[in-house]
């Protein structure tokens, strides 16, 4: 097998770097704001397009509109043109479009009609009266006494068909424009829907779960407004649900993120109270295993904490946010590190890593420094092509890390096979079989997220976005829980230990000393003298013979055969067994 090259060895490479491509996992998108802060002025109302804000909402949110604070005190008087326009969709992608040219959302301003197959819904449309900034003091003067009724979106095609499924609904078909519409449902959104006490900025109220786009028409009806004649409005737009203001998408997200912080909390109390107890027979892995279960537990609680603020407050601290992803570059850099030193059997098959340690930290610091730059630029909501740039180098990077771990972990289970060592091999075999897994789950829940998220033309299913960011988290701990379990402190920690290799003819003759003494200066009868050629070559062959007898195969043994076909690892090999003659 040390011998195979060509065509064969090319296309398992290949095939195995297609692989591992897909444990970086897709990059998560930036949180939805729950408020914000609009600053109108004479230069900003001469651009044709609305101002537009998008969430996706539970239902019977509120939606609010509050001027905050106003200058306008100049002459002629500033009258101006109010109106906004509220529209779901049942399509994601129709609300949250990534290449949405800069007049997207002005098309939908007060259109009527389904623009995208599947984007069924409806909307809202409210015209305010002329709007005095000059001389009206009333703050609220948005507010409204009763909620506007919505109405249907027509459809494009007349022909019934059937609907993308949607969640707590069975499949139905549309009605035709000709036919008549439905009556409202229990949840309100009727003409004599009841005024709104408790909320006095309220303009709006959604009608069922799902995303949303809020469009703010403000135009200056004076056209000629001489240049020094500069006003300015600044205006709090804030979306308000059943759980304050955190979107109905990223709701799942944060009670994710609280789950895995109490785990992770437990797992911590845990591996410090085995460390305690056996403190003596730490082994150096154990502790990196243990900086990476602090790390991810600070991870998560960071994220938590940046959610609670976006549920309460309605906006992320940039610091906060920021800091989150550079703790998590932090975390995933080394968790990469502690998986290849394991793999490189460092403290149990090395005593030290030597010129690849070296060779570790570089990588490390690399893979460091292209998460942060990633997750940086993504946070910051840059081009979209930038973070794309961004994020190349990285995937490559992680590929090319994984494909190290398992030529590692191929190398070196074949060492502890040469030297018959049984419970190291069962350790790292455990090991090799967790790392296949994540793959195989990997590459499956790609082309699940491929087909029903990037290619899916509408997204109906928006309520399991959070799945593809949580997926990728979940499964890493997954992986670490699996390391914890086969590293554990344990009484039995020094067989995992390293030990150098004992020559078994001189430990037997230790064993032994009274018989050798004993039959000292006679001559043993039937003992036949052989020369030390065929004795070596003969020990050769009964300790391949026993590893192939006593050593089961494996996942991992039909998995990475084709990746011990370097010359390195041959001279390794050879090595080893000149080291067991």
Same mark, same amino acid.
């Given at each position: 097998m040390a011998g195979s090259t060509g065509p064969g060895r090319s296309m398992s490479a290949a095939l195995l770097a297609l692989l591992l491509a897909g444990v970086t996992g897709p990059a998560s998108a930036v949180s939805e704001q729950g408020t914000w802060m609009l600053t109108v002025d004479s230069e900003s109302v001469k651009s044709p397009n609305p101002f537009f804000f998008t969430k996706t909402l539970f239902n019977n949110s509120i939606i609010s509109l509050k001027v905050v604070s106003q200058n306008c005190s100049v002459s002629p008087p500033v009258l101006l043109k109010v109106s906004w326009y509220l529209r779901n969709s049942h399509c994601y992608k129709e609300?949250?479009?990534?290449?949405?040219?800069?007049?997207?959302?002005?098309?939908?301003?007060?259109?009527?009609?389904?623009?995208?197959?599947?984007?069924?819904?409806?909307?809202?449309?409210?015209?305010?009266?002329?709007?005095?900034?000059?001389?009206? =003091?009333?703050?609220?003067?948005?507010?409204?006494?009763?909620?506007?009724?919505?109405?249907?979106?027509?459809?494009?095609?007349?022909?019934?068909?059937?609907?993308?499924?949607?969640? %707590?609904?069975?499949?139905?078909?549309?009605?035709?424009?000709?036919?008549?519409?439905?009556?409202?449902?229990?949840?309100?959104?009727?003409? =004599?829907?009841?005024?709104?006490?408790?909320?006095?900025?309220?303009?709006?109220?959604?009608?069922?779960? %799902?995303?949303?786009?809020?469009?703010?028409?403000?135009?200056?009806?004076?056209?000629?407004?001489?240049?020094?004649?500069?006003?300015?409005?600044?205006?709090?737009? #804030?979306?308000?649900?059943?759980?304050?203001?955190?979107?109905?998408?990223?709701?799942?997200?944060?009670?994710?993120?609280?789950?895995?912080?109490?785990?992770?909390?437990?797992?911590?109390?845990?591996?410090?109270?085995?460390?305690?107890?056996?403190?003596?027979?730490?082994?150096?892995?154990?502790?990196?295993?243990?900086?990476?279960?602090?790390?991810?537990?600070?991870?998560?609680?960071?994220?938590?904490?940046?959610?609670?603020?976006?549920?309460?407050?309605?906006?992320?601290?940039?610091?906060?946010?920021?800091?989150?992803?550079?703790? #998590?570059?932090?975390?995933?850099?080394?968790?990469?590190?502690?998986?290849?030193?394991?793999?490189?059997?460092?403290?149990?098959?090395?005593?030290?890593?030597?010129?690849?340690?070296?060779?570790?930290?570089?990588?490390?610091?690399?893979?460091?420094?292209?998460?942060?730059?990633?997750?940086?630029?993504?946070?910051?909501?840059?081009?979209?092509?930038?973070?794309?740039?961004?994020?190349?180098?990285?995937?490559?990077?992680?590929?090319?890390?994984?494909?190290?771990?398992?030529?590692?972990?191929?190398?070196?289970?074949?060492?502890? =096979?040469?030297?018959?060592n049984v419970v190291k091999l069962s350790l790292y075999r455990h090991f090799t079989n967790t790392l296949i897994f994540a793959v195989i789950a990997s590459v499956i829940f790609i082309v699940w997220a491929t087909k029903t998220i990037t290619l899916s033309v509408c997204q109906a299913d928006w309520r399991e976005l959070w799945i593809n960011d949580a997926f990728w988290r979940f499964l890493f701990s997954t992986i670490l829980l699996v390391i914890m379990f086969l590293w554990r402190p344990s009484a039995n920690n020094q067989r995992y230990a390293f030990s150098p290799l004992v020559d078994e003819d001189s430990e037997e003759e230790e064993k032994e000393p009274m018989m050798n003494e004993a039959f000292e200066g006679m001559k043993m009868r039937g003992a036949k003298a052989e020369t030390n050629g065929s004795a070596k070559a003969g020990k050769v062959d009964e300790d391949l013979k026993w590893v192939e007898e006593n050593i089961p195969s494996s996942m991992a043994d039909v998995a990475l055969p084709p990746l011990l076909d370097s010359d390195e690892e041959i001279v390794t090999t050879k090595f080893e067994m000149s080291k067991m003659e």
């Amino acid at each position: 097998m040390a011998g195979s090259t060509g065509p064969g060895r090319s296309m398992s490479a290949a095939l195995l770097a297609l692989l591992l491509a897909g444990v970086t996992g897709p990059a998560s998108a930036v949180s939805e704001q729950g408020t914000w802060m609009l600053t109108v002025d004479s230069e900003s109302v001469k651009s044709p397009n609305p101002f537009f804000f998008t969430k996706t909402l539970f239902n019977n949110s509120i939606i609010s509109l509050k001027v905050v604070s106003q200058n306008c005190s100049v002459s002629p008087p500033v009258l101006l043109k109010v109106s906004w326009y509220l529209r779901n969709s049942h399509c994601y992608k129709e609300i949250f479009n990534r290449d949405a040219k800069p007049n997207y959302f002005k098309n939908y301003f007060k259109s009527e009609e389904v623009q995208l197959k599947g984007g069924s819904g409806y909307f809202v449309f409210h015209e305010y009266p002329t709007f005095d900034c000059s001389s009206d =003091k009333n703050l609220d003067v948005f507010s409204v006494e009763k909620f506007d009724q919505k109405k249907h979106l027509k459809e494009i095609q007349q022909t019934a068909t059937v609907t993308e499924k949607t969640p %707590g609904r069975r499949r139905r078909r549309r009605r035709s424009p000709d036919l008549p519409k439905p009556k409202p449902n229990a949840s309100g959104n009727s003409s =004599k829907q009841a005024a709104v006490f408790p909320h006095s900025d309220a303009v709006a109220q959604t009608w069922e779960d %799902g995303p949303y786009m809020f469009l703010l028409s403000i135009e200056d009806l004076n056209k000629n407004r001489p240049a020094d004649a500069a006003w300015s409005l600044q205006m709090r737009i #804030s979306m308000k649900g059943p759980h304050d203001y955190i979107s109905a998408s990223e709701w799942p997200l944060m009670v994710f993120y609280m789950v895995m912080c109490i785990v992770y909390v437990l797992l911590a109390v845990l591996w410090l109270v085995l460390s305690a107890c056996y403190w003596r027979d730490l082994l150096r892995i154990q502790f990196w295993i243990g900086g990476v279960i602090f790390l991810g537990m600070l991870e998560k609680a960071v994220y938590y904490a940046e959610y609670q603020s976006l549920r309460y407050e309605g906006f992320s601290v940039q610091g906060a946010v920021v800091f989150a992803e550079v703790l #998590s570059a932090v975390k995933r850099t080394l968790a990469r590190v502690l998986v290849i030193i394991a793999s490189l059997g460092y403290g149990i098959v090395k005593p030290r890593l030597g010129a690849l340690m070296h060779r570790v930290v570089g990588v490390g610091l690399l893979y460091l420094i292209f998460s942060v730059i990633e997750g940086i630029l993504r946070v910051n909501a840059a081009d979209a092509d930038v973070v794309l740039l961004a994020a190349i180098p990285l995937a490559l990077l992680d590929s090319a890390l994984c494909w190290w771990i398992f030529v590692s972990l191929a190398q070196t289970m074949k060492l502890l =096979k040469l030297r018959r060592n049984v419970v190291k091999l069962s350790l790292y075999r455990h090991f090799t079989n967790t790392l296949i897994f994540a793959v195989i789950a990997s590459v499956i829940f790609i082309v699940w997220a491929t087909k029903t998220i990037t290619l899916s033309v509408c997204q109906a299913d928006w309520r399991e976005l959070w799945i593809n960011d949580a997926f990728w988290r979940f499964l890493f701990s997954t992986i670490l829980l699996v390391i914890m379990f086969l590293w554990r402190p344990s009484a039995n920690n020094q067989r995992y230990a390293f030990s150098p290799l004992v020559d078994e003819d001189s430990e037997e003759e230790e064993k032994e000393p009274m018989m050798n003494e004993a039959f000292e200066g006679m001559k043993m009868r039937g003992a036949k003298a052989e020369t030390n050629g065929s004795a070596k070559a003969g020990k050769v062959d009964e300790d391949l013979k026993w590893v192939e007898e006593n050593i089961p195969s494996s996942m991992a043994d039909v998995a990475l055969p084709p990746l011990l076909d370097s010359d390195e690892e041959i001279v390794t090999t050879k090595f080893e067994m000149s080291k067991m003659e």
